[in-house]
């Protein structure tokens, strides 16, 4: 089935650690995107890649890194720098600009 | 840039009775507005679309109106049953616009 994944479904993380969270497509989609959600609120955009080896910044990249080595990977990195990590974590993909929006079940981060 | 204002945040129904949510974009130029239901601990999945050139879609129970003039579209949900009780995201992007911007969401509760 094609869909998109993200892994783990819980993470916990020491203050001072960087950790990564996987997102996986094999929906054969150009762009992918990294949202966060805090409780109640809505979707802020972290990262988004249009396409294989470039990305752009969201309106809260500060504290986080991606890369974009495969079409079907996004891997997202929760650095040290970022000060609030613990949120829940969604991962998208589209076809292209200005078409529905795939969602993996997303990655709930906690800092210990 | 694309703003999306979204209202009511929270919402309580009886079931059987209807519901409506109300967004706003600030961007003239954007064309594509999907709506996506999210339930507890879950990714965001796509429920109904609307392009810039339909005034209104329906799909049973769900229906959607756009108004381009005063730049607002709603979300109707008719015959409200306890499942339909989620989080709700309006959004809206162009054609050459790289992101999707969402709604702040708008919790749905229906009470049986």
């Known amino acids: 089935d094609g869909g998109i994944t993200q892994s783990p479904k819980y993470l916990f993380r020491k203050e001072g650690q960087n950790v990564t969270l996987s997102c996986e497509q094999n929906l054969n989609h150009d762009a992918m995107y990294w949202y966060r959600q805090d409780p109640g609120q809505g979707l802020r955009l972290i990262y988004y890649s249009q396409i294989v080896n470039d990305f752009q910044k969201g309106d809260i990249a500060e504290g986080y890194s991606v890369s974009r080595e495969k079409k079907e990977s996004f891997p997202l990195t929760v650095t040290s720098a970022q000060k609030n990590p613990t949120a829940f974590y969604l991962c998208?993909?589209?076809?292209?600009?200005?078409?529905?929006?795939?969602f993996g079940q997303g990655t709930r981060l906690t800092v210990v | 840039g694309e703003n999306v204002e979204q209202h009511p945040s929270t919402l309580s129904v009886q079931e059987g009775d209807s519901a409506v949510i109300k967004c706003t974009y600030s961007d003239s130029a954007s064309n594509y507005f999907p709506w996506y239901k999210q339930e507890l601990g879950k990714g965001p999945q796509l429920i109904i679309d609307?392009?810039?050139?339909?005034g209104e879609k329906k799909d049973q129970r769900i229906a959607v109106t756009l108004n381009k003039t005063a730049k607002h579209f709603s979300l109707h949900i008719t015959e409200t049953q306890p499942e339909d009780s989620a989080v709700y995201f309006c959004?809206?992007?162009?054609?050459?616009?790289?992101?999707?911007?969402f709604g702040p969401g708008t919790s749905l509760s229906v009470i049986p």
């Open positions: 959004a809206a992007s162009k054609t050459s616009y790289d992101k999707v911007i």
């Open positions: 609307i392009r810039s050139n339909v």
């Open positions: 998208a993909s589209t076809a292209t600009v200005n078409t529905e929006a795939f």
